[in-house]
């Protein structure tokens, strides 16, 4: 049968030399109804069956050759799309790119911008031989050690340490366990030997982790600038036992310690070069804190978890550089003297008030992040008062709703720009925000609502109408929303 069938070379078009197929000439009857054939039309149906079959063989004949000839078109076709695709792609900027500009695109795939992916050296340097030796040219590449990444093993940590050649390191290193794995052993005497490039330092851990470290790296950190600790350890209630780190004490450029800000509830005493940091975080006891303050002079930023509570120095201390501090316990105000102070966060309390009386305050930003149950507000209002020079006020806590009584008045904070609270909406409050929008100068409102509370619809009306004007009004469905837009991360509290 397919000796029969042709194929025109122009067209492709199949034909056969066998005539069609004759029309039946069984009645209709019998073909589109259930009746039984009469004797003298089965001839007739088992001729047009036979003949039928035939005539489908040469159809189906027909069609494999087609189709024989469409997978052959479909084959060339796609290799033709892949040819072409490889034309296309010898066109691309990004293959007359200069390494520069490629290396400044694959920093983006580094920490801190892609924390949680493989690290970018290893994924980027597999893509392509040109993509491969441009990271392998670049060292700074390889400057961000993952000791607990996972996809970090021996083999990767020496061949990184080789390829980031002398540059300065970030190391982050962590582990939860109370002892050391086998593999945390080998990669941690892997390390230390490059503790004099260690710029950057993270750690998380045990006790034992850091005793573990302390021989390797004491007295070689020469380049360390920044230090984030997190030590899990256990301390009576006297807080006689304490634990201190020394092997961080003797590092010339060390500026910003981080010390269990995180670990808030495990107070931990440090041995640093306080004279030359510029940021510190931590928590410590009430004593510890202003041992080390005393030497901390040129501390621009401050963060402190203070555990338990003791006397005044019979001076405060002064700290004429500090720019921004954060305090767990606002008693802690009277022991310190800051002439420079411009941000301020800490919880509402009457040490506030006689802090910022005793000095002359320039404050720019003052947050209270907590207050008392049952409060008239006079304080408030007192302490908003003693510093006009604020331009951005927040009171993360239920405050007395008469505090607004005198908000109205552009004498109380005439500098306020932004305003961030948590509390109800208010007629008296909506009059005070039109006020200072109108006639002062604030630009932006920032406030918590919860789904449990809605604003009435007048006072709706009134936010659109700021809203169309040009004023940043913004509504947050829960208060650790609006705390984390308004609290620096740095400067956040976490035991509050």
Not at 305 to 334: K, V, W
Not at 448 to 453: A, P, T, Y
């Amino acid at each position: 049968m397919i000796d029969s069938i042709h194929l025109c070379p122009n067209c492709l078009n199949a034909f056969d030399e066998d005539p069609p197929l004759n029309p039946t000439l069984v009645s209709s009857d019998i073909l589109e109804s259930n009746e039984p054939p009469p004797d003298s039309q089965i001839p007739l149906l088992r001729d047009f069956i036979t003949k039928g079959l035939t005539r489908m063989d040469s159809f189906n004949a027909k069609i494999r050759l087609l189709q024989s000839s469409l997978d052959r078109l479909l084959e060339e076709k796609n290799e033709l799309e892949i040819e072409i695709e490889k034309h296309r792609a010898s066109l691309s900027p990004l293959r007359r790119m200069p390494p520069e500009i490629l290396s400044l695109m694959f920093a983006f795939a580094l920490p801190p911008f892609q924390p949680d992916a493989e690290p970018a050296p290893w994924t980027v340097s597999a893509v392509c031989a040109r993509w491969r030796a441009t990271t392998l040219s670049q060292p700074v590449f390889w400057t961000f050690v993952d000791l607990n990444g996972p996809f970090t093993n021996r083999y990767r940590l020496e061949t990184q340490l080789e390829r980031s050649g002398d540059l300065p390191l970030n190391v982050k290193y962590s582990f939860s366990s109370k002892s050391s794995t086998y593999k945390d052993m080998n990669l941690a005497k892997i390390i230390c030997p490059h503790a004099r490039r260690w710029e950057v330092i993270t750690m998380f851990g045990p006790q034992i982790l850091y005793s573990q470290f302390r021989a390797g790296i004491q007295a070689q950190l020469a380049l360390l600038r920044e230090l984030n600790i997190e030590m899990v350890h256990w301390h009576s209630s006297g807080g006689n036992d304490i634990p201190s780190l020394d092997m961080f004490s003797d590092a010339p450029l060390l500026q910003g310690v981080v010390a269990n800000k995180t670990l808030w509830q495990f107070p931990l005493a440090m041995e640093l070069p306080w004279s030359q940091l510029l940021r510190f975080g931590g928590s410590n006891t009430w004593e510890g804190h202003l041992h080390a303050l005393h030497s901390a002079t040129n501390l621009v930023d401050c963060t402190l978890e203070i555990q338990g509570m003791s006397g005044l120095p019979p001076t405060p201390i002064i700290l004429p550089h500090l720019l921004r501090l954060s305090l767990s316990n606002p008693a802690f105000l009277g022991c310190l003297e800051t002439p420079a102070l411009l941000e301020l966060y800490c919880g509402y309390a009457s040490p506030v008030l006689s802090f910022i009386r005793r000095r002359s305050c320039k404050l720019k930003s003052l947050v209270l992040h907590s207050g008392p149950a049952y409060d008239d507000g006079t304080d408030l209002a007192c302490i908003v008062n003693a510093v006009p020079t604020i331009t951005k006020l927040a009171l993360l806590f239920y405050f007395p709703a008469n505090f607004f009584l005198g908000f109205c008045s552009l004498a109380l904070a005439p500098a306020l720009e932004c305003f961030s609270f948590i509390g109800d909406m208010q007629h008296h409050f909506i009059e005070a925000i039109e006020q200072r929008w109108y006639s002062g100068r604030l630009k932006s409102v920032k406030i918590e609502c919860s789904h449990s509370r809605v604003f009435a619809p007048e006072i709706c009306d009134r936010i659109a109408l700021l809203q169309a004007q040009g004023q940043e009004f913004v509504v947050y469905p829960s208060s650790d929303a609006l705390c984390e837009d308004t609290i620096p991360s740095r400067f956040s509290i976490k035991s509050h």
